[in-house]
């Protein structure tokens, strides 16, 4: 196996049987500017800590695979240039040749699950692209879900999807989908979408115990717990609707593929809502990093 880089503080974890969560680095690198993606990334491994776990963000720098990041290189992360962006495709060849790259949803979970790290937290999962029909743009995070044994929280998919189609990409792929605590799936920036959840659940140590549960029956692959953003900090889709119909417009006048899209959206969005669309996603982020520590804690008992 390729060596690990621990941080001193998810080196002691493992030694003590402390509870990790995995964290991802795109959302630094790619999904929020600086300052506020360092001090993001600060705030939800606080929030990690404080509910019991211990916060392992990841990504590759200069070759090496980091599960935890030193404050000294979350800070050089958040401000560098020219970062990859690392997918299933391309996190082998990043090591290789010893260059630095952010780790997204599909990612992390493959160097959580290396490290013996079955629950992450994020926003919002890749999937399906509005207009997929024509440019295949699908987000390798879902096939990841279906082969990879880790517990990913996330606000659902970002909505700047094709929701309808990722969620029923997923259940094509047997990926179980939970929403916690509501019937319907939430939509990222919004608490919730007018799609009612495959499956629903309550508490953190039922979550837990549907992850034993399918490792004991030999099925492969993870489960996505959709979380929805706190009421109070959530923009209701009526009115993102407009702005993320604008933030596609423009990317598909100025011909923004592939990996470029999500950042491109993002970014826009954040400008056409005024900074209002971080506030939420940085809210998102949190609420999740919480929830995430009380499932491996209670994974960690069972
Ligand atoms: N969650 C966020 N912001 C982000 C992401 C997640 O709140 O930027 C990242 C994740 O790394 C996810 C990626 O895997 O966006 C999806 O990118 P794509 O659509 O290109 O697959």
Redesign the pocket.
Known sequence: MIPLHFSSEVAKARETGTAIIAL????IT???PFPQNVETARLVEADVRASGAVPATIAVMDGKLHIGLEDAELDMLGQAEGVA?L?RADIAACIASGRTG???????MIAAHLAGISVFA??????V?RGAETSF?I???LHELAQTPVTVV??GA?AI?DLPKTFEVLETLGVPVIAFGQDMLPA?WSATSDLPAPLRMDDAEDIAKAFRTRQAMGLQGGQLVTNPIPKNAEIPSDVLAPIIAQALQEADDAKIS??????FL?GRIFELTEGRSLDA?IA??RNNARLAAQIAVALSKS
Not at 258 to 263: D, I, R, S
């Open positions: 991802e680095s795109t959302i790619h999904g929020m962006k997918s952010a780790t997204t949803v599909a990612a992390t994020t926003g919002g999962i890749g999937g692209h743009d987000s390798a995070d996330a606000a970002k999807l990222f592939a990996k470029a899209v999500t950042p993002l996603n998102l982020v």
